[in-house]
C-alpha cells in the first residue's frame, strides 16, 4: 500500500522506492526495456545520427488549462528532439519530489506523461527519483532527456540559412504563456485561451517527408519567437526580416498581453515551430502544416535577409520597422 | 558581465540566459556539439546497442571530502551507464537554480562536471538551465543524462545470474556516505574518510575487455550493497550468499558506524560496482580490477545460491547467518 503523500524514504533508493516506481511509474509507463529496472535503458540502434537533448520544467502552477507539468515534460523534449529534423523515440524521466506531496497528483501527472508519450510516439524507458525535505523543491520538479533518429537526407542547421529564405510558424503564439499566467494570478480569461502545448513529433514527420532539404526547425520557447529569430540570426549571421500583420495571434490573447503590458512576440511557446526553408517549398510546406492538426494556422511570417546580419527587424503594421532585440529581463518566470 | 548571483532572467531564455551559456557552461563544457547551442545534439552513431540512463543530484552538502554536487552529477551517470556494460560517450546536464545562487560556486560546479567529464572519456553536449525563486529549490539541483554505447559480445542483465556465480565488489563501502554526513553535521572526521566517487567507465571498460562473458553489473549507490543485492536476487529469482569477513569497510568508517548506529551494508556508495561472473573468471576478474586505480581493494565477497530465492543471506563473523532485507527508511537522505 503506497502512503498518501510522499516520504523521504521513497528517494532512499530502499523499500519505499521499489514501491514508488512498482506502484507508480511502472503501470503509467510500462515497455519492456523499463520494465527490467536497470540502471539505464539498452536500446537497438541503427547506424547514422542521433539527436539528444534535456529540459527540466519547474512550471508553476503544475496544472493549467490545456496541460500540465508532466505532458509539458514530455512534449517539450519531444519537441527539442523532433527540431534536429529527429524521429523521436525514447524519453528518460527524472523526478525531484518535496516530502509530503500528494501521492495522488503525482499518479495523475505521470499518467498525463504516459498519455501524451503514447501521441508523442515516445516510450519513457529510464528514470528516477530523488526526494527532499519541505522546503526544499516546490512540490515537484521534472526532467526529461530524448532521443531519436534523425533520418537520412535530413540536415537542420543554422549553416543552412541563407538570405531570401522563408521563415514559417504553425500558429497562433503567446497562448501557453498566458494561460499559465492567468492560472497562476487566478485570472477569468476566455475558455479559448490554452496552452499549445503538444508534441510536434508528428508534424515535423510529415513536414521533412513532404520536404526533406528544410534547412532549419526551432520552437520558440521560453523567450519566444523574437528570441529565437535572434539566436538564428546571429549564429547563421544573416538578417531576419518579420512581418507583424502575419504573425497568428489571438484576439484574445493580444488583449490580454494589451491590458497587462505583454509583448506576445517574446512569450513562450510549447506546441510552436519556426520552420526555415528556400521559398521553392513555400506551398508544400504550407499545405502539408495546414492540414496537420497542430498546423491548421500556418503562416509564412518572415524572410532571411543579408543585412543588417545577426539583427531582426519587424515591419510594423503601420508600416514602420522595429528592432526586435533578445528578451532582456524575464516576463514571466517558470512559465516550463 | 556576469552579475555575482543567478537572477531570474538568467532562467528566462533570453538575453541572460545566453550569457549564461556564453561565459559559464561553454568555457567548461566547450566541444563541437554543444557549441552549436542548437536544441539539442546531433550526434553519429554506428549501429548496435545503446545504454540510456538518468539520474538528478540533490546532495547536501553541495561541497564534501573527495568531491561535489558537480563531480557527483558527472560520475553518477557515468557509472549508470557503464553498468549496462557500454562505454560511456555522451552526456546531458539539466540545471535548476535557485535565485540568488553565487555565481562563482556555479562556476566551481562546472569546472568540477567539466573535469570529472574528461576523466570518464564523456562529452556534455546539451544541456538546459531554470532558474526558480528563492526558496524554491535549494540551491542547485543538477540531471545528468548519459548515453554509450555497448560493445557486442557484452550482454549484462538480471537473465544470466546462475546459481554458483561470484560475487566480487571494487573496494571500499561506505565512504560517500560518512564523508557527506559527517560534512554535514559539521563532524571531525578522520582525513583518509573521503567520497568514493569516481567515474568507474575505466575499470568497466577494462573488466569488459578481460572477460566479456561478465553476467552482471550494479553500482551499489542508494540503499547500499545490501538493497542491490535484493534487487538482484529478485529480478534474477536467486538466492545470494554473502560473507560478512570479505566485505571491504575501513576501520574508521566502521568506527563511525558503530558510534552512529548506521549499517555500512546499507550506506550509498558512489564509486562500487558490483560484479558477478562464473566462476571460471574469478583469477581474471580480481587481477584486472586489482590493477586498475579504482579496483586495488577488490575482494570476492558472495556467492549466487538456488535457494532461498529473492532472499540475501550474510554469514556473519560469528557463524550465524543474518537475512538483508532491502533498507526500509532512509539514513541519509539526500546523500547523491
Same mark, same amino acid.
Given at each position: 500500500?503506497?502512503?498518501?503523500?510522499?516520504?523521504?524514504?521513497?528517494?532512499?533508493?530502499?523499500?519505499? +522506492?521499489?514501491?514508488? $516506481?512498482?506502484?507508480?511509474?511502472?503501470?503509467?509507463?510500462?515497455?519492456?526495456?523499463?520494465? /527490467?529496472?536497470? !540502471?539505464?535503458?539498452?536500446?537497438?540502434?541503427?547506424?547514422?545520427?542521433?539527436?539528444?537533448?534535456?529540459?527540466?520544467? $519547474?512550471?508553476?502552477?503544475?496544472?493549467?488549462?490545456?496541460?500540465?507539468?508532466?505532458?509539458?515534460?514530455?512534449?517539450?523534449?519531444?519537441?527539442? $528532439?523532433?527540431?534536429?529534423?529527429?524521429?523521436?523515440?525514447?524519453?528518460?524521466?527524472?523526478?525531484?519530489?518535496?516530502?509530503?506531496?500528494?501521492?495522488?497528483?503525482?499518479?495523475?501527472?505521470?499518467?498525463?506523461?504516459?498519455?501524451?508519450?503514447? @501521441? %508523442?510516439?515516445?516510450?519513457?524507458?529510464?528514470?528516477?527519483?530523488?526526494?527532499?525535505?519541505?522546503?526544499?523543491?516546490?512540490?515537484?520538479?521534472?526532467?526529461?532527456?530524448?532521443?531519436?533518429?534523425?533520418?537520412?537526407?535530413?540536415?537542420?542547421?543554422?549553416?543552412?540559412?541563407?538570405?531570401?529564405?522563408?521563415?514559417?510558424?504553425?500558429?497562433?503564439?503567446?497562448?501557453? +504563456?498566458? %494561460?499559465?499566467?492567468?492560472?497562476?494570478?487566478?485570472?477569468?480569461?476566455?475558455?479559448?485561451?490554452?496552452? !499549445?502545448?503538444?508534441?510536434?513529433?508528428?508534424? =515535423?514527420?510529415?513536414?521533412?517527408?513532404?520536404?526533406?532539404?528544410?534547412?532549419?526547425?526551432?520552437?520558440?520557447?521560453?523567450?519566444?519567437?523574437?528570441?529565437?529569430?535572434?539566436?538564428?540570426?546571429?549564429?547563421?549571421?544573416?538578417?531576419?526580416?518579420?512581418? @507583424?500583420?502575419?504573425?497568428?495571434?489571438?484576439?484574445?490573447?493580444?488583449?490580454?498581453?494589451?491590458?497587462?503590458?505583454?509583448?506576445?512576440?517574446?512569450?513562450?511557446?510549447?506546441?510552436? =515551430?519556426?520552420?526555415?526553408?528556400?521559398?521553392?517549398?513555400? @506551398?508544400?510546406?504550407? @499545405?502539408?502544416?495546414?492540414?496537420?492538426?497542430?498546423?491548421?494556422?500556418?503562416?509564412?511570417?518572415?524572410?532571411?535577409?543579408?543585412?543588417?546580419?545577426?539583427?531582426?527587424?519587424?515591419?510594423?503594421?503601420?508600416?514602420?520597422?522595429? /528592432?526586435?532585440?533578445?528578451?532582456?529581463?524575464?516576463?514571466?518566470?517558470?512559465?516550463?
Amino acid at each position: 500500500m503506497m502512503s498518501e503523500t510522499i516520504q523521504l524514504a521513497h528517494g532512499s533508493g530502499g523499500k519505499l +522506492s521499489h514501491d514508488l $516506481v512498482q506502484q507508480i511509474m511502472l503501470p503509467a509507463f510500462s515497455n519492456p526495456a523499463l520494465n /527490467l529496472l536497470h !540502471d539505464g535503458a539498452q536500446l537497438p540502434v541503427s547506424g547514422g545520427r542521433i539527436a539528444f537533448s534535456t529540459d527540466s520544467f $519547474v512550471v508553476k502552477p503544475r496544472f493549467f488549462p490545456g496541460g500540465d507539468i508532466g505532458k509539458l515534460a514530455v512534449c517539450g523534449t519531444v519537441n527539442d $528532439v523532433a527540431m534536429n529534423g529527429a524521429i523521436p523515440l525514447y524519453l528518460s524521466a527524472g523526478f525531484i519530489l518535496e516530502e509530503g506531496f500528494p501521492v495522488d497528483e503525482l499518479r495523475q501527472i505521470v499518467a498525463s506523461m504516459g498519455q501524451a508519450a503514447i @501521441e %508523442a510516439g515516445v516510450t519513457i524507458v529510464t528514470g528516477d527519483t530523488k526526494v527532499v525535505e519541505k522546503g526544499a523543491v516546490d512540490g515537484i520538479y521534472i526532467n526529461t532527456s530524448g532521443l531519436g533518429f534523425i533520418p537520412e537526407g535530413v540536415t537542420i542547421s543554422p549553416c543552412r540559412i541563407k538570405p531570401g529564405q522563408d521563415i514559417f510558424i504553425n500558429g497562433y503564439i503567446g497562448d501557453h +504563456s498566458i %494561460a499559465v499566467m492567468g492560472e497562476r494570478h487566478g485570472l477569468t480569461l476566455p475558455a479559448t485561451v490554452l496552452s !499549445d502545448c503538444a508534441p510536434l513529433a508528428g508534424l =515535423v514527420k510529415e513536414l521533412l517527408t513532404a520536404v526533406p532539404d528544410i534547412a532549419l526547425l526551432r520552437d520558440p520557447t521560453r523567450g519566444g519567437v523574437a528570441t529565437t529569430l535572434n539566436e538564428i540570426a546571429g549564429q547563421a549571421k544573416v538578417g531576419i526580416r518579420m512581418d @507583424e500583420t502575419a504573425i497568428p495571434i489571438r484576439p484574445e490573447v493580444q488583449a490580454v498581453c494589451d491590458i497587462l503590458g505583454f509583448d506576445p512576440l517574446y512569450l513562450a511557446n510549447e506546441g510552436k =515551430v519556426i520552420v526555415i526553408a528556400e521559398p521553392c517549398h513555400r @506551398e508544400k510546406i504550407l @499545405e502539408t502544416m495546414r492540414s496537420h492538426q497542430y498546423g491548421v494556422h500556418a503562416r509564412l511570417i518572415g524572410t532571411v535577409v543579408a543585412q543588417p546580419a545577426g539583427q531582426v527587424g519587424l515591419q510594423t503594421a503601420i508600416g514602420g520597422m522595429r /528592432l526586435l532585440d533578445m528578451l532582456a529581463g524575464d516576463q514571466l518566470p517558470r512559465i516550463c
